[in-house]
């Protein structure tokens, strides 16, 4: 029994560079991937719930038209900018995080950030795993207090197979992933379209809905910067971690293409139907699982209202494994331990916080998009401005250990984030104060 656990743990190097996932080295030729699965798979990470959550508030700080849809457009267009110029660099050297890391941070330094980072994702991990379980406590019992969900058993039995069924898929990697994502967009598109559509009859029409939403807004006090800056908080840390799947892309366009499905298709559509829900359903927490309340959805018929469940649960499995993902690769990557290994202890404890650490999910988000952006800020300019060419030789001689301009940045660009004016988003600031930073050290150090 100890030999079969020693050997499940040992890393086999050959296998891992040759598997389909190949956490530790660039990636070959072969190992890339087709447009079509990658692209599905991009719209399923980007169908989160943070979309809807995003919209759901924004729904009831300030007008629809044309204000949520211009604010919502913005701050996607910010966060798209960022995941494509960090994924066009994991598409150019077909690394992923950890392996741009070792040759920004050093070959010790990197698993600072890397085992920042995966610590973070890993509670995302638990945030998905907890949202599975309130959507299914919801849906099974509507008349729940919201005080009492954590503590029923249905949450905790739900959100433990979410858990163990994310987990399972992520296991067979990226072609686990595209198996699951490829037929769900179908069924997500579906529920989302009707979603918006019921939102729109029970206002009576649009013209009803914006006056609707008008007087909502009339109450808040919410500016458009405000908004705008709302929309990167929740996405600016997907667009960070953009290399863990632009690596795969053959093409520069589907690197491209990735984080634009990411984030101005996926994520700007969540966060107008999450609008709508919000203003038609400004009290309902199902509508911020679905974009619609479910009384609403259930007057439609069971069948209606169970493909809209089973809808949102797919979206939930598709970002749970595409989440999981993250931290599982970065950490082969720099622990040097086998990919399913990294699985198992990812997906276990990522369950495990899903049980406690949803109720902070706001806290959380905003914690992650302060800390985490002006890590990658070294990456940027030692990738686009001071040495490419490293980043392309295949291996690590000649790079340091630890390379403290790139430390001096980022604990610059974090306590930036503190200092940010009202009109830059805290992440934006930290991404863009590491970066100067970064590029002032690099040559008063070199």
Known sequence: MLEKIKSWWTLDQEAEKNSADNPLTALSDHQRRNAGPLLALAFGWGFLVTGLFTGSQLGNGIPFWPDIIISTFLGNLANFIVGAIVGYIGYKTACNSGLLYRYVYGNVGAYIPVIFISILTIGWQGIVV???????????????????????????????????????????????????????????????????????????????????????????????????????GSWIVGAVVMPEYTR???????????????????????????????????????????????????????????????????????????NLYLPVIQTSSILKRPKHAMTIICGLLG?????????????????????????????????????????????FAGVVNWNPSAFIAYIAGAISTYYSPVFIMPAIMGLVTSMVIYLLARKLLK
Do not use: C
């Open 130 to 232: 907890g949202a599975f379980g309130i959507t299914w406590t919801l849906a099974l019992h509507p008349d729940i207090e919201s005080t009492e969900i954590f503590a029923s058993s249905t949450f905790l039995t739900t959100a433990i197979f979410a858990g163990i069924l994310y987990t399972a898929t992520t296991y067979f990697g990226v072609k686990g992933l595209e198996r699951i994502s490829i037929p769900s967009v179908a069924v997500l598109v579906f529920v989302g379209l009707y979603a918006i559509y019921l939102n729109v009859i029970q206002a009576g029409g649009f013209s009803g809905f914006q006056s609707l939403s008008t007087a909502i807004a009339a109450k808040s006090q919410m500016t458009t910067i405000e908004a705008i800056n709302i929309v990167i």
């Open 248 to 322: 795969f892309a053959k093409k520069g366009w589907v690197a491209i293409a990735i984080p634009f499905i990411v984030l101005i298709i996926a994520q700007w559509f969540l966060q107008i139907l999450g609008a709508l829900g919000g203003v038609v359903s400004s009290d309902s927490l199902f509508s911020m699982f679905l974009g619609v309340d479910l009384n609403i959805l259930m007057q439609q018929g069971l069948i209606i209202g169970w493909i809209g469940i089973i809808g949102m649960s797919l979206a939930l499995w598709t970002t749970g494994d595409a």
């Open 351 to 395: 369950t495990i916080l899903g049980l406690g650490l949803y109720q902070y999910f706001f806290a959380f988000l905003a914690l992650l998009a302060s800390i985490v952006p002006p890590l990658i800020g070294p990456v940027i300019v030692e990738y686009y401005i001071i040495d490419k060419d490293k980043f392309h030789q295949g291996n």
